[in-house]
């Protein structure tokens, strides 16, 4: 087939790919597309992925057997994806075996270092009864060079002001505010961050604690106590926070030891001297061999921002060794082929292969600037913009006295004068004058009957949850259609939406004309989630 097939928005979506392609043995063939099944489980596992577990939307007839069709539909595309070769493009072959690397990496850790995370009640309750109850108001200071540490540990140790440095020296948003961050409680900052700021008294400062994100000077300055909540309230809480935290330090211990293994070197100095260095230079060996060049390096931290300090930059590098030194391991141990992650990463490719697909057909769809304007020109009602009124009000709580300003204004009093002695709302001040408003932007129960006012008139008096309303249209401005050039854009980009969907259910057809396949209606029929 020369012609390649585009898919809208809804069948990119990942979860219609998750499932199909990848055999579920428990599971029932509900169809197959030339051959390859899609079961029951595929069907229930992308709908919940994408619906957030809403499986029982699908319980409809007409819903599943939709659902079904825009599955099959999306197969037919992806295996033709693989037939125009697809797949062999070098930046999706790229991407799919950085996925694998990533998967079994993740299944490394969660075998070394996650499983059997459970902390006991005990260790729960210890840490209740130390910092629950209790408020730690601080201040920060986090910066991202060595020597910029070093200068405000000095001045500090000098008696300067800590709001100060915050303000001329920390790269943390509360800089601005002299580094206050407001009340930290348990489980708010990272362990290190955390342990260093409760250990102080109220006036002392730590650091500088260096992290990943740089490094981090804290003070504090009181205590705050309050009733906690019971701990049978929190404690799930507590379990997840420690839990995650017992799983983050064994990675880390993982980590060190396979780094010790792998004997993992990386160059002294700072970033700024290995900036310098030739980009072919290794900054990083594992076992004697090449693992990062300087240029390598660079390109970290300028996908990063490129303005990185010396600690972030180190920081870049240390995640990318020890990335590549994960993967090592992974690989060594056969996770690359295990069962889960090979079924990931297939899938992961399929939704790669459907975006190329995609990617491939919108690249052969254009609107030249003739056939834009030309729509325009036919349609220019279409993108005439809301009429607008000028509009003033008055809001007050009861009825009763909404009912007495409504009878003074009948007798000529004036509103403005009226919002300023009455009206609860923010625009009294200006005699109720909220300025220009389309139609549309109000309250639906109000919109009607206010844009229906002929300039001068007052509507009657309206009801709603904040009270009880009056309004006054002084002007009326219609609306208007905006000249081409300002809507140009949109027109375009509607056209090739209409002209892809269109393209879309063309080689759908063809490509469902073309295909064997076999639905189980009994099993469809009967399917309940």
Sequence with gaps: MKTAFVVIAFLLSGALTEGAGVSDSSGQVIARVNGETITVADMRSAFSRRHSGHLALLNTQ????????????????????????????????????????AKAVELLLRREADEDVVPDDEVLLDVYNRYFGKGY?????????????????????????????????????????????????????????????????????????????????????????????AFDDVKEYIRLVMGERIREQRRREVVDALRREYEVRIVDGDWTHVASLPSDYAVATIGGSTAVTAGEWSAMVLERGGDSGDLVARSLLDEAVTRRVLTLEA??????????????????????????????????????????????????????????????????????????????????????????????DGSASSGGEIGVVSDGSIIEEFNDIVFALEPGAVSPVLKSRYGYHLFKVTERIPGVVPPYAEVADRIKKQLIEQKTEAERKRWIAVLRENAVIRVKESVLENLQF
């Design 331 to 424: 690989q060594e141990r056969g996770l690359d082929r295990a069962t889960e992650v090979v079924e990931e990463t297939t899938r992961f490719e399929r939704q790669l292969v459907l975006e190329r697909v995609n990617e491939l057909i919108v690249g052969r769809i254009s609107v030249g600037e003739k056939e834009a304007r030309a729509y325009y020109e036919a349609n220019r009602e279409e993108f005439r913009t809301p009429g607008s009124v000028r509009l003033s009000h008055i809001l007050v709580h009861t009825k009763e006295l909404a009912d007495s300003i409504a009878a003074g204004l009948e007798q000529g009093e004036s509103f403005a004068a009226l919002a300023r002695q009455y009206s609860i």
């Design 137 to 229: 108001k601080a201040a920060l200071i986090r910066v991202s060079s060595r020597a910029r540490a070093e200068l405000i540990e000095r001045e500090l140790g000098e008696g300067a002001d800590f709001a100060e440095l915050a303000e001329r020296y920390s790269e943390h948003p509360s800089a601005a505010g002299g580094g206050m961050i407001g009340t930290v409680r348990w489980g708010q900052l990272p362990p290190s961050l955390e342990n260093a700021l409760f250990d102080l008294a109220p006036g002392e400062v730590a650091g500088p604690v260096v992290t990943e994100e740089g490094a981090f000077f804290l003070r504090l300055l009181s205590v705050e106590g309050a009733t906690p909540r």
């Design 62 to 101: 007409f819903d599943k057997r939709w659902y079904l069709d825009s599955m099959i539909d999306n197969v037919l595309l992806i295996q033709e994806g693989y037939r125009l070769g697809l797949q062999n493009d070098e930046g999706l072959r790229r991407r799919t075996a950085e996925f694998a690397a």
